[in-house]
């Protein structure tokens, strides 16, 4: 900790400088001093019960669990990479966990063999699930994050975690799992703890990316890619979690994209979670649930906003769950942009089986293709706009539309761009007269509080004046 | 005496006119007691006259020609009563009023022991009469009468108890008094015999088929010398014994069940089932491939109308000089087939806001099942002296289930818009389970001298169950309307999660137990004191290991449509540990037990009139349980628990005359939870994480009973007792809070609860009609910790009181019985009542599940012919009474879109209905 306050004291004698003399426009290069907890971690390879630094620019290699105890803090600097050499490798998050990769020089959490031979892992085409090394069963090579009730903080910022996943080892299986059973990629179950990943790439999952069983959370400019083979939601929160998600491309989920239920609640705190300005592609495709596969759902009991988003090819539309029922008189949504290249999704940017109210600031309007609508509408109505078909085109800088072949396989980002061409609808096209829930506040560390984006009048992850996510 | 005959005779013979013989009658009784003796053995001397006495004691014999007779009556344990008469002319009735002097010579115990028939009604009397503690007993001849091929049917018929139903409806567990399962044992002989249950003591009681008992008692209140676990009671099956001479005993039956002929039985070949999982066969770091199951197990063939098969044997007899060596060899086969449909509408785990239920599906189910129990049991009893008996008794008991289930499951959350659209879920589960119970116990009997004896028994037990490959495969489409208002629906595709599921536990049991017993006369006053101990060691072993296959997507990622066939093709693993089964969790476990108990006992006679027996016992327990984590990582890999109970009892029989008695009861008892309850090991729900509780405490209790017995003759009685339990630290499931924001059920202790009421038991006959009925009130009451889901949609804690799982407050049995000693005929038209009851308690306020009160009658009739045959009937669950559950709060789902079907009350929400159909048994019995 000593160390910690010298750093933090000679950046504020740094900065002191800087204000009192700030005539000049001279750019100064500066070492950037980094967040350090406890000792410097000196193997190179993590293996047991484990707290410290792992310092910037290193490489590091795990094979099996390596724990994080109760009151224990883990950190990667910026630019660690940490390798592992086993899929039975995972963090067992009993204390804090730490990933501050930076912009410049991110951090990663991956296969050795993926970070080593990128391009023979993370193919830039079509790909068969089956064969797929982001989507196949065999391919996944770390146990992800698995945190208990006792954990503070989990805090991942510009960080890969990449092909995680897998199944429960049978060598000692994480709190909550039986060996065998399918892992998350990352595991967080504290109603009092925080949970920050921004910036960040996830790759290539087994299942949910983020099943969060109570927490305050705060999941923002994130890039997903390729999310399970068959059976996973992305971002799955329940039991009192508070938090927003926001300016996060999501491809290619096999379920769906982001998610609040209050299932299991307890204590006094309502599942209540905003998702706005994120970027939805090709979602639901591979679930083998028929009516599963939405982009936002809000289930039981469940509230918060979802605005600005852009839907591109999901199965399921923005899905409000009447059964058990959303907080429907507190969830709130519209300025959302929904596009499809079939009738299927077209048909489905209401699921007609759910209560989603259209608004009128939707793009498309609901009354151009809605019969009856406003006045005979009907909550639920079933309605075929085939006229929907190709309309209202994103304009994304870099992506098909309509897409080439089937749509289930743009599951990926490779070369695409979701950047908004400037005739996109979806400039200007947005709400913002809602303030981020920003649930993870006291964490107010300079180096470790979170960056809230702000709701933008563009509509997506990338809004045109550069503010969202800052992925490519 | 003689001129009253004479009187008589001609008094009454004018009402005989029309039949071409005389009728001798009367009555028997005891000349000490005056009580009316029944099947004693009448004849005429040198004649082919024969009768026996009926339940009142009254006899008759017909047709006698006009001569002079010697009318003998004997009777077990008596001297033979002759009389001369004389029969004057043919119209003309003869009353003799007999009384029988007993037998002196016959008086000393053992000898009693040996002869009074065990498996008559009129023992049963006398052995509740004579009890030191309160039981009920339950002899083979009621037994025979009864609709119920099992001894868990036996029991519903015993005062205070109601039962717990399988899912094709047999009855299966125990409620004494209210008190479930766990708070119950079950001897055989006196010996207690373990479960093959995976997590608890309790024994199925539908393993024992009902044909091999002599007897069963229920005892309500323990003595030192008995095991303390029993806060409801012991169940005492005490099985057939070598008879005085030789018996053999042959039975043959057939049936069917009325729902299975009426919409045919559907089910697998048991041949095709992997006994053995993958790792069984290839060893524990296997990696399977869906090419290791077979998928034969879902082949089902339909049969139009299954038969069922009972069949029973017996043979008992006594060889070598004085008859020294006794043998019985009793063996008992059913194979029952049995079916229900159900309705069952899931609850949502979490309520609405204002802790309103809700429902997430739909469950429409058939069962068909085969049920195949064997039972074989032997003894060998030699009497090496007169006062040195030992015994060698052995038992197997095999239940094997093969079941289908065919459930179609709407789902009322996802993709549901209104009545006739949503998710819908094939789902077809094949399962077989086996369960096995064994014991073999060498016991003996030594009486040393007229004061002392001894008596030890060595007890080897295992039970064990396994449940190979219990597997369910389904699939889903989603159906709705379509623009035109047509049904439309999506191809079915192959759903997850398709388990393949490996079970296998066993119970093994080395138990030796002593006991000595000292009796003289102090102060001219009977004095026994018993004394000993019991050493038990206890070792369980549970494996359970799953796969679930998950099915295979097409190259574009998207799920096929299901073609039908169900291949190994369609489906991959998740990972390699999930193809190496789920080998570490939380079933797969050892536990251990040791008890070591010991008593001392004091039973005083005061005056001939009252008996005091009173003692304390004291166990010492040692639990322990041990997973497959790794303790240097895991919390509570393994624990041991030791304890020790001392627990004093007394039991007080005044005699109030030779036909009644008033007992004082109080005894000390314990629960001890269940070994699964300690195992920490956690594993995430849907709504809450569930695990175990190492820091579970033992359940202890106090047991105050009374009761009034009047004993009017051997066959009539009144019983009417009270009962008042008060039970620290009871164990139930419930939500547990751990800080201000984290829960998880687990098994728990709760305070104290309570347990009250009363018994009212009457058995009268009139002549050859007889009237049984018993009721039995309870009340208990327990605190538990609850969820109140409130409108704004958190959850709340907060405590909810309610009854104990499982009890009814109103219980009861009415028979009525006709039996003819003439002509053999007996019948009996049972109705089984019993109150509604909780049977799932909820972890939110008020929502528990409540059973709906429920009457069951059943028939049974049986006919003597050739004097060594019976023909018999039984027809079980006549008024096809469903097993309805209700949820009691106000029913929002009569209308709207989430309007569900069977909802008649407003008030109440019913969530499962199931019906079982008639069962029709029909057989022939032989006995010699």
């Known amino acids: 900790m000593k160390k910690f306050y010298y750093v933090l004291s000679s950046l504020a004698i740094v900065a002191m400088c800087f204000s009192s003399c700030k005539k000049t426009e001279d750019q100064a290069v500066i070492s950037e001093p980094q967040f350090q907890s406890g000792q410097t971690i000196s193997s190179d390879t993590l293996s047991g019960s484990v707290k410290g630094t792992m310092e910037s620019g290193k490489t590091y290699y795990f094979k099996d669990q390596v724990i994080v105890n109760a009151g224990d803090t883990l950190v990667m600097q910026s630019g660690v990479k940490l390798l592992s050499l086993s899929p039975n490798a995972q963090l067992i998050v009993k204390g804090a966990f730490v990933s501050l990769g930076t912009k ?37 090579m770390w146990g992800g994050i698995q945190c208990e009730a006792t954990t503070t903080l989990i805090d991942i910022k510009w960080t890969h975690l990449d092909f995680a996943g897998g199944t429960a080892s049978t060598d000692n299986p994480p709190a909550g799992y039986k ?9 967080f179950q504290n109603p009092d703890g925080f949970l920050i990943l921004e910036d960040s790439w996830i790759y290539g999952t087994t299942t949910d990316v983020c099943r969060v069983n109570g927490g305050k959370i705060h999941i923002m400019r994130n890039t997903v890619e390729k999310l399970a083979y068959n059976d996973g939601d992305c971002f799955n929160v329940k039991n009192s979690t508070t938090g927003d998600m926001a300016y996060n491309l999501i491809i290619g989920t096999a379920k769906g994209g982001t998610k609040a239920s209050n299932k299991g609640t307890y204590g006094s705190v309502q599942t209540t979670i905003n998702m706005y300005n994120n970027t939805y592609i090709s979602g639901g495709w591979r679930s083998v649930d028929p009516d599963r596969g939405a982009n936002v759902n809000y289930e039981q009991g469940a509230r918060g906003n979802a605005y600005n988003n852009i839907f591109v090819n999901c199965k399921t539309g923005l899905r409000i769950l009447e059964n058990p029922a959303a907080d429907t008189n ?70 098909p539309l309509p897409v080439t072949g089937v749509i289930s396989l743009y599951n990926f980002q490779g070369d695409y761009d979701f950047h908004l061409n400037s005739n996109s609808p979806a400039i200007g096209a947005g709400y913002t007269a809602f303030t981020p829930i920003d649930a993870t506040a006291p964490v107010s560390n300079s180096y470790l509080k979170a960056t809230v984006t702000p709701p933008n009048m563009d509509l997506g992850a990338f809004p045109t004046d550069g503010s969202g996510n800052q992925h490519q | 005496m003689r001129y009253r005959i004479l009187i008589l005779l001609l008094t009454l013979g004018i009402y005989n006119s029309i039949v071409y013989g005389a009728t001798i009658q009367g009555h028997v009784k005891s000349a000490d007691t005056k009580e009316q003796l029944i099947a004693a053995e009448i004849h005429l001397d040198k004649t082919s006259f024969f009768t026996s006495s009926g339940f009142d004691g009254s006899y008759t014999i017909k047709d006698v020609p006009v001569g002079t007779y010697t009318l003998k009556i004997s009777y077990l344990g008596y001297e033979t009563f002759t009389k001369s008469v004389s029969v004057t002319s043919a119209d003309s009735k003869v009353t003799v009023e007999a009384s029988l002097k007993p037998n002196t010579e016959l008086l000393d115990e053992l000898v009693i022991y040996g002869k009074i028939d065990k498996e008559s009604e009129r023992s049963a009397r006398k052995s509740e009469k004579e009890a030191e503690n309160i039981i009920n007993v339950m002899p083979a001849k009621t037994i025979e009468l009864l609709p119920d091929l099992t001894t868990a049917g036996v029991l519903q018929r015993v005062p205070g108890i109601s039962i717990e139903r399988t899912s094709t409806g047999d009855a299966r567990y125990a409620i004494i008094r209210g008190m479930d399962q766990r708070y119950n044992y079950t001897l055989v002989n ?25 007897r069963l008692e229920v005892m309500k209140t323990l003595t030192p010398e008995m095991e303390g676990d029993a806060i409801g009671g012991a169940m005492n099956l005490v099985m057939k014994n070598a008879p005085t001479k030789r018996t053999i005993n042959l039975n043959v039956g057939t049936g069917f069940n009325t729902l299975l002929t009426s919409r045919g039985y559907e089910n697998f070949d048991k041949s095709v089932v992997n006994f053995q999982s993958p790792v069984d066969i290839n060893g524990p770091d296997y990696v399977a491939t869906p090419y290791d199951f077979t998928y034969k197990n879902f082949d089902y063939q339909k049969r139009n109308f299954p038969m069922n098969t009972v069949l029973g044997f017996s043979f008992g007899d006594r060889f070598l000089k004085n008859k020294k060596l006794g043998v019985v060899v009793a063996a008992s086969y059913q194979n029952l087939f049995r079916g229900s449909n ?137 159906v709705g309307y379509d623009i035109e208002g047509n049904h439309v629906a999506t191809p079915q595709v192959l759903n997850i999660p398709f388990y393949r599921i490996w079970t296998r536990n066993s119970d093994r049991d080395w138990a030796g137990y002593l006991n000595l017993k000292y009796h003289r006369k102090i102060m001219h006053q009977d004095v026994t004191i018993s004394a000993g101990g019991l050493y038990r060691d206890k070792f369980r072993d549970n494996v359970y290991n799953n796969w679930n296959l998950i099915p295979n997507n097409s190259s574009t990622g998207q799920p096929i449509p299901y073609d039908g066939n169900l291949t190994p093709d369609k489906f991959h693993f998740n990972g390699t540990s999930a193809a190496q089964g789920n080998r570490v969790n939380p079933l797969t476990y050892t536990a251990t037990e040791k008890i070591l108990a010991y008593y001392i006992q004091a039973k005083i006679i005061l005056f001939s009139k009252i008996e005091i027996l009173g003692g304390v016992r004291v166990e010492n327990t040692e639990q322990g349980w041990k997973t497959v984590q790794d303790p240097k990582i895991s919390y509570g890999a393994y624990g041991t628990v030791p304890y020790q109970d001392v627990l004093p009892s007394v039991n007080i029989k005044y005699a109030i005359n030779g036909h009644q008695n008033l007992r004082f009861s109080y005894y000390s008892a314990l629960n001890r939870p269940g070994f699964f309850e300690y195992v920490p090991f956690t594993v995430n729900g849907d709504n809450f ?81 007889g009237f049984q009925g018993n009721y039995t009130y309870t009340h208990s009451s327990i605190t538990t910790a609850k969820l109140y889901y409130d409108t704004n949609f958190v959850a709340v804690q907060t405590t909810q009181t309610r009854s104990l799982q499982g009890q009814s407050p109103h219980v009861g049995n009415l028979s009525i019985i006709y039996k003819n000693q003439d002509n053999g005929l007996e019948a009996q038209l049972a109705l089984v009542y019993t109150g509604k009851k909780i049977t799932f308690v909820s972890p939110y306020k008020d929502l528990d599940y409540w059973q709906r009160a429920t009457y069951q009658l059943d028939f049974s009739v049986e006919k003597k012919f050739r004097k060594r045959f019976v023909a018999y009937a039984k027809l079980n669950n006549i008024l096809n009474t469903p097993i309805v559950v209700e949820i009691y709060h106000k029913n929002i789902y009569r209308t709207g879109n989430f309007a569900l079907t069977e909802q008649k009350n407003p008030d109440r929400i019913t969530v499962q209905k199931e019906t079982y159909g008639q069962n029709v048994v029909i057989g022939l019995r032989y006995k010699m």
């Open chain 1, 330 to 399: 507190n969830c709130h949504y519209g300025y959302n942009l929904s596009y499809g290249d079939t009738i299927t999704v077209v048909n489905a940017f209401y699921p007609p089986t759910h209560i989603t109210h259209p608004t009128d600031h939707d793009i498309p309007n609901p009354a151009s293709f809605y019969p009856g609508y406003p006045n005979s509408y009907k909550l639920g109505q079933v309605y075929d706009a085939p006229s929907l078909v190709g309309k209202n085109n994103p304009q994304f800088k870099n992506f």
């Open chain 2, 342 to 478: 159900s309705i069952w509408f899931r609850p949502e785990n979490q309520p609405q806001p204002g802790n309103i239920p809700t429902f997430d599906g739909i469950f429409t189910r058939t069962y068909n099942t085969q049920q195949t129990r064997t039972g074989i049991h032997t003894k060998i009893d030699y009497n090496i002296k007169d006062n040195h008996k030992i015994s060698l008794y052995g038992l197997l008991m095999e239940l094997d289930e093969a079941q289908n289930r065919y459930t179609i499951d709407t789902s009322l959350t996802i993709g549901r818009s209104g009545t006739g659209t949503g998710n819908t879920y094939i789902l077809h589960r094949s399962r077989i389970q086996n369960q096995r119970i064994g014991n073999v116990t060498l016991q003996g009997n030594h009486k040393f001298t007229k004061s002392f004896q001894v008596n030890w028994s060595g007890v080897y037990s295992k039970a064990s169950a396994q449940t190979p490959d219990w597997s369910e495969y389904q699939t889903v489409q989603v």
């Open chain 2, 689 to 769: 994480s569930l695990s175990g509780n190492p820091k579970l405490q033992h359940t202890t209790s106090n047991n105050f009973d009374m009761r009034y017995e009047w004993f009017q003759n051997l066959l009539d009685q009144v019983l009417m007792g009270a009962f008042y339990k008060k039970i620290n630290n009871p164990i139930e499931t419930a939500v547990l809070f751990t800080g201000t924001s984290s829960a998880s059920l687990q098994p728990n202790n709760f305070g104290t609860a309570t347990n009250y009421g009363f018994e009212l038991s009457v058995t009268k006959y009139y002549g050859k009609i």
């Open chain 2, 190 to 214: 006196g010996i207690k015999i373990p479960s093959p249950d995976n997590k608890f003591r309790y024994v199925p009681m539908d393993m024992f088929p009902a044909d091999l008992l002599e």
């Open chain 1, 179 to 187: 060996s065998g059973d399918d892992l998350f990629c990352i595991l």
């Open chain 1, 104 to 140: 410049d020089h991110p951090n990663w959490i991956t296969g050795v063999d993926a970070f080593n031979n990128p391009s023979k892992y993370k193919l830039k085409s079509l790909q068969d699930p089956n064969t797929d090394p982001g989507l196949m069963p065999s391919g996944k």
